[in-house]
């Protein structure tokens, strides 16, 4: 018996036939209701009239070959968690070890995984997960639905602390911790509901929401929703000390700030043989080095350059033209919905007064940064967070630089003379944020605000990112607003450094979160961008694209747009 097809791809193909869906947006909706990539794009095809093939293949170049090591450039930061990481880096040193329920490709299409397909209900409120059978744990255990469940629940516990909080709203409910706050006002906080989550057998899990959610599949490539053995927190919660996984791959060798190596396991590995252009097939490398050379793109460059390693996790915009100069590389490159953005904490003076903050994003001309920062790559930043590469994006009318307007709020705030305001800064991918921030530091000159710039080693920002009352925070890319939107904004969520609560905001976001329907939901996401535009919590100068540079006898390798490495079918050429 053949699948069912959710309705709501009916109702795309009707949409992409009209005109008012492209194939893109299409093809990642048809597969976040359980279509799989190659159909919808074969779909696709069908009713544009053209053949469409799925994008993303691991490219050949010849014969791939067995053996070897693959040696990158990358900072090798802590790891402990996997649910509360917060740098990419730290998900890159697990990801071939630890691995995910869903992932999604350079083509921002969500495909299955750990997950063997997914259905969501007619009204998106159900969404029910069938796992692969056959998957096994590196200590032989049986992966199963107690992990997936084991896994929410610590997710989606307050006392975990992971940033899957925000992603997964629509399965918590709100409650009183006890405690009072400063007015003597019960606090809050949220937790899974109990009818959230279900076992229905050893290989099925099914999520119940409080309202409909479109990117369930989305949310979980987030890279802290790798999952862990079910016997993880009765080893530590610490992956070095518990270093089970499904992953092809071992970590046999780990020093912070130094080093992460990985082998690949003598066990066969579950996805050899799939059909995937990704994770499935023949695992082609022995090894999988990562050596920190630091943060700083130019010192990856230079063990590029010396020959140390065979790729950067990154290369800066002042690096290309040397990079262009080195023989055998090749330069990767791909626009992101990644950024910077400079945040205030709302309920930290003076940002708690709403003129300061918006005086402050007044003063920025965001029309110059792509220029002077990324000689005309990336686009220009609209203070709300969400990218013109996302599916939702609504363009709202453009923002301008009113220097008049933002003294008049300042002396209406009390600051008729300036204010003196300090930012923290850690250069934490680069020195481009260092840039931007002297950049607007000359901008905010003209209306007596000072602004002094506190450099500090990026591993010291990370440490105070979600303390710091003004501080510069580099956000990676999500293939929607909504994801990092939840992720950053919703009240009460890990990851709101900026301490915004905006019930009205919330409530937008939920609405637009629910919407099907592209042209509605860019409607729906209209009044959410406006919402936190207007109430001044970030200044968001410009969307940046990333680079990287890679030997050519890598093969197989395409550079996912949040940095995410996915190294099953890269191969070294001899």
Known sequence: MGRRLHPLVHDCARELARGHMDRREFVRTACLLGMTAPAAYALAGRILGRALVDPVQAATDGTPRRGGTLRVSM??????????FDWVEKSNCTRHMLEYLVYWGPDNVSRPYLAERWEASDDLREWTFYLRRGVKWSNGDEFNADDVIFNFTRWLDPKTG?????????????????????????????????????????????????RPVLSIPENLFNYPTAIVHRAFEKHGADVLAFPVGTGPYEIIDFKVGEKCILRRRQQPYWGEALDDPLIGGPIYLDEIHYYDHGPASAAQLAAFASGQVDMTYEIGKDSLTIAESIENAVIYDAMTAQTAVMRMQVDKEPFTDWRVRRA??????????????????????????????????????????????ARRLLAEAGYADGLELTIDCGNTNGPWQQ??????????????????????????????????????TAWTHRPLGTMVLSLGYRSGVPWNESHYANPEFDRALDEAESTLDVEKRRQKMKKVEELLQHDAVIVQPLWRPIFNVASKKVKGYRLHPTQYHLFHRVWLEA
């Open 75 to 84: 900072p090798v930061p802590e790891i402990k968690d996997p649910a509360v």
């Open 162 to 210: 992971s940033s899957n909080l925000g992603l997964f709203d629509a399965m918590l409910e709100e409650y009183e911790t006890g405690e009072t706050d400063e007015s003597g006002k019960p606090k809050k906080a949220k937790r899974m509901r109990s009818d959230a989550l279900e076992k229905v057998d050893d290989y099925t899990v099914k999520l119940r929401l409080s």
């Open 360 to 405: 402050i994003q007044l003063c920025c001309d965001a029309s110059v940064y792509p220029e002077l920062v990324y000689f005309g790559r990336g686009a220009v930043g609209e203070h709300h967070h969400v990218a013109p590469i996302h599916p939702e994006y609504y363009q709202l009318p453009a923002f301008r630089r009113n220097l008049e307007e």
């Open 435 to 472: 840039q931007v921030v002297e950049i607007f530091q000359k901008q905010l000159e003209p209306v007596g605000i000072r602004l002094k710039i506190n450099l500090m080693p990026a591993s010291q920002y990370w440490e105070i990112w979600d303390k710091t009352p003004f501080g510069i």
